[in-house]
């Protein structure tokens, strides 16, 4: 198989797995946990619904990354089709916010193994290019993102808010992307990654397994840029959750509501392969700091003018934003570590962003309970402003 056709079948897995994904939660699952509480006092439950699919992030992304390291992408890129597939059937079972919290949990493996496991498949096949074809790829995808919440808020609203329909929309997504993955499985991977794995393969030891962690956790560059896309995904997390439910309040249809995250992932997909190159071409860290100053802004907008149209402008900046970090902070990593350790590093970075990912609805909820929506949205724009602080002195 030539390289192209590897580049294209993985994204086309990626493709039908995000939209799957990004479909279960945007905009159905703060509505849909919303209508499982019937006390106000317990609003801050949902900022833990929407953590308890990144959990398996912080428990699993390293292992999964360094499982890919010694084994090859394509088993593990398998493994998490198969949760793809399976768990959004579940969700015909969630009557109330506990069970839908387990649910949640159990889907977040999906995206736990498949994101550094995809990313690391990418930076090894283009070792010159890769934040490019790193860019590529997460744009590609976004075409499953940029729908899914349309899609999602459509069928909210012609059902009149049958939420398990809902969601047999994904589980038929996550089918497809399980069976694309079932033929890269089985079918060969380029010429010239083939002969890198066979020359490079080593069994699977706790002592070789560490070492490559240790290698990682050393560097203080992959540390520091590890936290500086965990603030930004901490963001990411609030706005996802938080925007929805803030668009609800103000009384819009479902269907609007769906739209509002689809031109932040609209955006992201267009801007993210620029910066990729721009990355490659002039460096990281100036595109990773202009990011995580525009997200900042983006958040004062909502905190100073709350009106529907600054929340549009608002949500645009901050998926600019957040393209010109992410496009930057994996390659970044993959710069600073050899490519027999791309999974372990990559791992990390999936960790720890899903550390702050999980933190991010948690903290909003009880801020919402006690503070209301400004000071949410106040705390997200300090914290990136520290963030950039952070790394501007890093060095």
Same mark, same amino acid.
């Given at each position: 198989? =030539?390289?192209?056709?590897?580049?294209?079948?993985?994204?086309?897995?990626?493709?039908?797995?995000?939209?799957?994904?990004?479909?279960?939660?945007?905009?159905?699952?703060?509505?849909?946990?919303?209508?499982?509480?019937?006390?106000?006092?317990?609003?801050?439950?949902?900022?833990?619904?929407?953590?308890?699919?990144?959990?398996?992030?912080?428990?699993?992304?390293?292992?999964?990354?360094?499982?890919?390291?010694?084994?090859?992408? =394509?088993?593990?890129?398998?493994?998490?089709?198969?949760?793809?597939?399976?768990?959004?059937?579940? &969700?015909?079972?969630?009557?109330?916010?506990?069970?839908?919290?387990?649910?949640?949990?159990?889907?977040?493996?999906?995206?736990?193994?498949?994101?550094?496991?995809?990313? /690391?498949?990418?930076?090894?096949?283009?070792? =010159?290019?890769?934040?490019?074809?790193?860019?590529?790829?997460?744009?590609?995808?976004?075409?499953?993102?940029?729908?899914?919440?349309?899609?999602?808020?459509?069928?909210?609203?012609?059902?009149?808010?049958?939420?398990?329909?809902? &969601?047999? /929309?994904?589980?038929?997504?996550?089918?497809?992307?399980?069976?694309?993955?079932?033929?890269?499985?089985?079918?060969?991977?380029?010429?010239?990654?083939?002969?890198?794995?066979?020359?490079?393969?080593?069994?699977?030891?706790?002592?070789?397994?560490?070492?490559?962690?240790?290698?990682?956790?050393?560097?203080?560059?992959?540390?520091?840029?590890?936290?500086?896309?965990?603030?930004?995904?901490?963001?990411?997390?609030?706005?996802? /959750?938080?925007?929805?439910?803030?668009? =609800?309040?103000?009384?819009?249809?479902?269907?609007?509501?769906?739209?509002?995250?689809?031109?932040?992932?609209?955006?992201?997909?267009?801007?993210?392969?620029?910066?990729?190159?721009?990355?490659?071409?002039?460096?990281?860290?100036?595109?990773?700091?202009?990011?995580?100053?525009?997200?900042?802004?983006?958040?004062?907008?909502?905190?100073?003018?709350?009106?529907?149209?600054?929340?549009?402008?608002?949500?645009?900046?901050?998926?600019?934003?957040?393209?010109?970090?992410?496009?930057?902070?994996?390659?970044?990593?993959?710069?600073?570590?050899?490519?027999?350790?791309?999974?372990?590093?990559?791992?990390?970075?999936?960790?720890?962003?899903?550390?702050?990912?999980?933190?991010?609805?948690?903290?909003?909820?009880?801020?919402?309970?006690? &503070?209301?929506?400004?000071?949410?949205?106040?705390?997200?724009?300090?914290?990136?402003?520290?963030?950039?602080?952070?790394?501007?002195?890093?060095?």
């Amino acid at each position: 198989m =030539e390289k192209r056709h590897y580049f294209l079948l993985v994204s086309v897995i990626g493709i039908f797995a995000i939209f799957s994904s990004t479909m279960s939660k945007s905009p159905i699952l703060p509505i849909f946990a919303n209508a499982l509480i019937h006390n106000p006092t317990e609003l801050q439950y949902i900022g833990y619904v929407f953590s308890a699919s990144t959990i398996p992030g912080i428990l699993i992304s390293i292992l999964a990354g360094r499982l890919s390291d010694l084994y090859g992408r =394509e088993k593990l890129l398998f493994v998490s089709a198969l949760v793809f597939a399976t768990a959004p059937f579940f &969700y015909i079972f969630a009557t109330n916010i506990y069970l839908l919290m387990i649910i949640r949990f159990y889907h977040g493996f999906s995206t736990a193994i498949f994101v550094p496991v995809a990313t /690391a498949a990418i930076a090894e096949a283009y070792p =010159e290019r890769k934040g490019e074809r790193i860019s590529l790829f997460s744009s590609l995808t976004l075409v499953g993102r940029f729908f899914a919440p349309i899609t999602g808020g459509t069928i909210l609203y012609i059902t009149n808010y049958y939420f398990y329909g809902v &969601y047999i /929309a994904c589980g038929i997504s996550g089918i497809l992307a399980l069976v694309f993955s079932l033929v890269l499985l089985h079918i060969k991977a380029p010429a010239e990654l083939d002969i890198q794995r066979k020359t490079s393969e080593r069994v699977f030891t706790l002592k070789n397994f560490m070492e490559g962690l240790r290698i990682v956790f050393q560097s203080r560059r992959i540390l520091v840029t590890s936290m500086v896309q965990a603030s930004q995904y901490f963001a990411y997390g609030i706005v996802e /959750a938080f925007i929805i439910l803030y668009m =609800e309040y103000l009384n819009n249809p479902a269907w609007v509501m769906g739209v509002v995250p689809s031109i932040l992932i609209f955006l992201f997909a267009v801007v993210k392969p620029i910066m990729g190159h721009l990355s490659d071409k002039y460096g990281r860290k100036m595109i990773i700091s202009g990011g995580l100053l525009l997200t900042s802004f983006s958040m004062l907008l909502v905190v100073y003018l709350p009106l529907i149209a600054f929340i549009l402008v608002s949500v645009s900046l901050f998926g600019i934003g957040m393209a010109m970090i992410t496009s930057s902070t994996s390659a970044y990593v993959a710069d600073l570590i050899d490519k027999e350790l791309y999974g372990g590093a990559i791992g990390t970075l999936s960790t720890i962003m899903d550390i702050g990912q999980a933190a991010g609805p948690i903290i909003a909820g009880y801020i919402l309970v006690y &503070y209301g929506f400004s000071w949410i949205f106040l705390m997200v724009s300090l914290l990136l402003i520290l963030s950039l602080v952070v790394f501007a002195k890093m060095g």
